[in-house]
């Protein structure tokens, strides 16, 4: 369910059905032009669609001026309690101006923005956060914190939508997850405009990704929700960046470089596993093509479910396997799998190819089935996973229908059934 309306920030498209857009914050202060600067082309690399700078002070308006004409992403001005500076940042060129109607001086003071906004046809970005509600929405809040953070996004729009400015999309934010996914898919029944997600004052690089992965996954799984943006406790704006598309990739929502698969490991693990993956993970960031790559801490299961991979390696205690979907490549000694996987990627990006030398490609054969031979009694991981999968199909196919779940059925022993 994409939002109705679109809005362009700077050239980028933002909801309607545009792909998701990644953006995020520089961390810097916004007057330090070559520390700004250098962010944003970090930023941009990693690949942020666009950036929004702080623009606390007359002096970060200045550099706004700069960082707009230099910057090769949109750039968003962050502004708060200050209409002014909201008026003096549409002046400077900015793609979109961010600022919560609720703090910015009253109804009167967003009019001025709004025309200004207008006249400079510059989008806007209208939110609202937990943590500052408009006063007579208090009230609600303490009984029910969703009803309160839609019904002061609701008001916003209302506002913009009297005075004729409709060029926005909108964020509730919340420290709250299941808040934050409540609110939004709320909001996104309600209202036409572009949605903006993310989790604020998320947490560190682990706590941090993981809950904006759960909220914002949850609500991008659903269609809900055009541009996000991770927020993260670390000075390096990249990792937000990279975090985002972490998420967008994992839902196949868009594409970008290499994915890499691994196993989880377990006893049966004959290699460094831990060292190799995080060569592979930072030798593939400099790869574009949308491949996958795949880690096995070994070769007794075979290639198994990481079959599909276009490139992989399988270790063994002093030798490995070079794959490529589902087919043996080279068999490598072990000290040697990570430069020739990265030779054989190279051979593929530069040719579109898959080389295969026959000879070789017999000998990894032979190898893998004398492992998997030699271990074929082992209760691997996959093995059990496998024997599960199968012994669920054979159940479904012997045993009579189940009761299944059911709302509207009479309660039997506390729980609802309905009998087929
Ligand atoms: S058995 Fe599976 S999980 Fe264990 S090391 Fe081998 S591939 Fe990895």
């Not at 998701?20 to 930023?43: G, I």
Request: with cysteine; aromatic share 4%; charged share 25%.
């Amino acid at each position: 369910m994409a939002s109705e309306r679109q809005i362009s920030v700077g050239g980028v498209p933002v909801g309607g059905g545009a792909p998701v857009v990644v953006q995020t914050m520089t961390k810097t202060e916004t007057a330090n032009l070559e520390a700004t600067m250098a962010q944003v082309r970090k930023v941009a690399e990693a690949g942020a669609d666009m950036v929004r700078v702080a623009v606390p002070r007359d002096k970060d308006v200045e550099a706004l001026k700069v960082i707009v004409r230099d910057s090769p992403i949109p750039v968003i001005a962050d502004i708060h309690f200050n209409h002014t500076l909201a008026l003096k940042a549409i002046a400077a060129g900015a793609h979109c101006v961010r600022l919560n109607p609720g703090n910015i001086g009253g109804p009167d003071k967003v009019a001025e923005v709004a025309a200004a906004a207008t006249a400079a046809g510059t989008p806007m970005r209208i939110g609202v956060n937990s943590g500052s509600l408009p006063r007579h929405l208090h009230e609600l809040e303490r009984e029910s914190p969703v009803e309160a953070l839609v019904a002061a996004a609701a008001e916003f729009v209302e506002l913009m939508e009297r005075l004729s400015f409709q060029d926005f999309k909108v964020s509730i934010k919340s420290t709250n997850v299941p808040n934050t996914i409540a609110a939004n898919r709320l909001l996104a029944q309600r209202i036409p405009y572009p949605l903006h997600l993310g989790i604020t004052e998320a947490g560190t690089r682990w706590t941090g990704s993981l809950k904006s992965a759960v909220g914002l996954g949850t609500l991008l799984a659903d269609g809900v929700g055009d541009t996000i943006r991770i927020s993260l406790s670390t000075f390096h704006a990249e990792e937000e960046v990279k975090v985002a598309w972490e998420i967008l990739k994992a839902l196949k929502l868009r594409e970008r470089g290499p994915v890499l698969i691994a196993c989880p490991t377990c006893g049966r693990l004959q290699f460094d596993m831990d060292t190799v993956v995080a060569e592979i993970e930072r030798r593939l960031e400099a790869y574009a093509d949308p491949i996958e790559v795949a880690v096995l801490g070994c070769a007794v299961n075979g290639i198994g479910e990481a079959s599909h991979a276009d490139f992989g390696i399988t270790g063994a205690k002093d030798e490995g396997l070079i794959f490529s979907r589902g087919k043996p490549l080279r068999k490598v000694p072990q000290d040697q799998l990570v430069d020739t996987l990265f030779a054989e990627i190279d051979k593929y990006a530069s040719s579109r190819k898959v080389h295969v030398d026959e000879g070789s490609a017999a000998e990894g054969a032979a190898w893998l089935a004398r492992i998997e031979e030699e271990n074929a009694g082992e209760l691997t991981p996959e093995r059990i996973a496998a024997m599960e999968k199968a012994a669920a199909a054979q159940e479904a196919e012997v045993a009579p229908e189940r009761p299944r779940l059911d709302e509207d059925a009479s309660p039997v022993d506390g729980r609802r059934f309905t009998r087929a």
